[in-house]
């Protein structure tokens, strides 16, 4: 999965939203990876032992709570994008930017509800899509 | 200031937005609030004795501290209504709803890189309009 | 539940208390949801599906954590509202304040340790009660 | 100051407050480092040089948010102990635990709104005097 | 334990690692508190009742919860201690401390992903003698 | 200076250190960008106008908070890549990594205390010795 989102990266400049300054550098790759994470804890949590050990239930406890944060870090991640870096030029290119962003914070929120892959997965792609039009508006 | 926030409250539901599991609880409230001080800070910063004093300089480093992290949190606040409350059926009644959330993010982020009366008061304009939506949708 | 809240709240100033400039902004509204926050997710747990699916134990720990945070910050606002609020005057006027506020803290804490609705009631009594007591003081 | 502080807890015993499982364990000694180092970043702030340098007010932008910080601290630190450790059997033998507490709290709130040395000793005083009910009620 | 703990720290400068400013404050008595934490919520939640009760599992999520954030806190304050308080001289006289720190922090994270009392234990050692070589350095 | 730091990460593998279920997942590159910001907000503060306006007082306490922030984000970073990362065959083939890790975090707690762009350019070249270190043990 790693080698999947590195290859969609590689050729891409690899710069990051951290700051409000704003210091002017802004990237998708942090909600790429959080959006990646949620993916990973559902497929850990699944594949969980099927015992009632203090070792699977001290897994399921953290491994829902690692969800829980990524999926919100997620939300904060797209936020910042949208708000701060997305300027109305590139929402006149891309009118359906909005809808999308709308979209995937409802995803992201989603994945927190239940342990469901698909969901998971189609938290991934919305993210992967915003990340699309962000590196578009770089070339 | 508060008093005329009271008055468009009083006749609503005061109910709050404050966990995604989800409860059913929202509330435009605390983002109203958080651009209230956002705009009391900026009132008092310039109200700031004009002296070069350790308790002036105290004063101000606490207050912009007040204003960035309320800034910021009428910009969760109103992130959490917008992807967890507002559903398509509001957006297909609000079509504006998309663009006023987006204009009210970075009306809260301009109010941080400033003291600027004119961007407070136009952030709690914003905020206030997307609390008019909200209780539109509890008519 | 919210209804019996907001007609509570109805006539009364709904202003804030969220930061120590001071800003004079001071609300028991936030503690009294937070309270209420702590009420609901005692029923909600209480009303999760009798299995051992990964959809429950995925509620259970994120219905834990939240009724945690939330008597947290039922304390945190109680403090606030007390330690920055109430001045040696409205002291004299309710010479019960201090055992109350006590009694408040103390009975957040126990909903903590449980799943016990009988305590998320009394909890929510009490933080109904300094609310009573802060509206008082501004008759 | 250091060695002080030392010398009055030295033959305690050296527990603590930080958890609310509850685990039993309790400790007025992060509230009382906290207060001294209120302390400790008023005479730093008064101590630096008289000058406009980039240097000083990095310092200074730094110093008031440590104070902010540990002056927030004490209060919680307080405020758990006061809710989670003293009893009311406590409270028959210390009338004044109440009133103390509240002073206690309050004072702190203070020492962030100026950079005062009186209110900062004021503060650590309070704080002293808590640990030593603390400490008798382990007699 | 807190007894044979206090026992270790009584004839010691009680100091305490928490501000760079650096304000000169440094103290291992918080990572083993920390420490300690740990191994208690490993004994407690080894002795949950074993039954399937909501009060059971409502313990069990804040115990974990609990023990991962004690072992984080382990991690955080061994972090400063050792770039923070510890000089090269104190290297040359202990040149062990960068290979005790190191299976320390990786002590500290194993616990979390287990409940075993053996691995808290030896994490609690470790931190000991992080504390020990400080307190030689006091000499 | 985005450019140069692209250049380099562009033909590795971008994966990230977020968790530590663990998840298997880590990358210097949050390091290098909190490590690149520090640099940027130094020189963002000496160019910040040489006039006392509310908007460079207001712009200077954000990027020394900002600075703050991020100079603890890299020590976070770097401690977890040494400790959950960096396994005893690593070290075995870097010698070197205790120390640099070491002195990195000594050099993350300089940037803190001034202002200064040469102390801002070590730290930046550490971590990436660090990051090279890291690229390395994955060929």
């Given at each position: 999965m790693i080698g999947r989102l590195t290859a969609r990266l590689a050729p891409r400049r690899v710069v990051h939203a951290h700051c409000d300054i704003p210091c002017?550098?802004?990237d998708p790759h942090e909600a790429q990876l959080a959006a990646q994470t949620v993916e990973t804890m559902?497929?850990?949590i699944?594949?969980?032992?099927?015992?009632?050990?203090?070792?699977?239930?001290?897994s399921f406890v953290?491994?829902?709570?690692?969800?829980?944060?990524?999926?919100?870090r997620v939300k904060h991640e797209i936020q910042v994008l949208w708000s701060d870096y997305f300027k109305p030029e590139h929402l006149?290119?891309?009118p359906e930017l909005h809808d999308l962003v709308w979209k995937t914070l409802?995803?992201?929120?989603?994945?927190?509800?239940?342990?469901?892959?698909?969901?998971?997965a189609e938290l991934?792609?919305?993210?992967?899509?915003?990340?699309?039009l962000?590196?578009?508006?770089k070339k």
């Open positions: 002017g550098i802004y559902v497929t850990k699944k594949a969980l032992p099927d015992d009632d050990s203090e070792a699977r239930r001290n953290r491994m829902v709570t690692v969800k829980e944060e990524h999926a919100e006149e290119k891309f409802k995803a992201a929120s989603a994945t927190k509800q239940n342990v469901d892959a698909e969901k998971a991934r792609a919305k993210v992967d899509e915003v990340a699309r962000f590196w578009e508006t």
